[in-house]
């Protein structure tokens, strides 16, 4: 009667016996998973903030390094943006109805004149050259 069991027999379980069985359930394996997942939760975060806490410190170097090449992009970003805005304005303005044939003739009579003035004769023509010439060694710093 080997085969036949004693219900007295006691069966002793190691505690490495009940470890496998465990692991190998669902609600453990989700347990670990998210054990793991909160670790590196926690390790992105400490980076994320360690980056933040020394972003003025990247932000003001770059500008100390790259302040002339910022300096020209933020002046023909604004020269874009001004002639954007002066094309704008001067187009509402054709839309008036009277007002663009009247800036047609403001600026057909100024263009007579200054022919008139400055390049009808040589004498004049010089004198505006003399102009032209003081008007530039000013700009540029000679004069």
Do not use: H
């Amino acid at each position: 009667m080997s085969s036949e069991m004693n219900p007295t027999q006691e069966v002793q379980a190691t505690p490495t016996d009940a470890i496998p069985d465990a692991i190998s359930s669902p609600e453990s394996d989700s347990a670990i998973a998210q054990v793991s997942s909160d670790d590196q939760l926690k390790e992105v975060k400490s980076q994320v903030l360690s980056i933040l806490s020394d972003l003025f410190t990247y932000v003001g170097d770059f500008f100390a390094e790259y302040k002339k090449p910022l300096i020209n992009v933020g002046l023909v970003v604004g020269a874009l943006i001004a002639i954007y805005l002066v094309a704008a304005i001067v187009d509402a303005i054709n839309d008036i109805p009277l007002l663009s044939p009247l800036f047609e003739l403001i600026g057909i009579g100024y263009t007579g004149w200054f022919i008139f003035r400055f390049l009808l004769t040589a004498e004049n023509r010089a004198e505006f050259s003399k102009m032209v010439g003081s008007f530039t060694d000013k700009v540029t710093g000679k004069e």
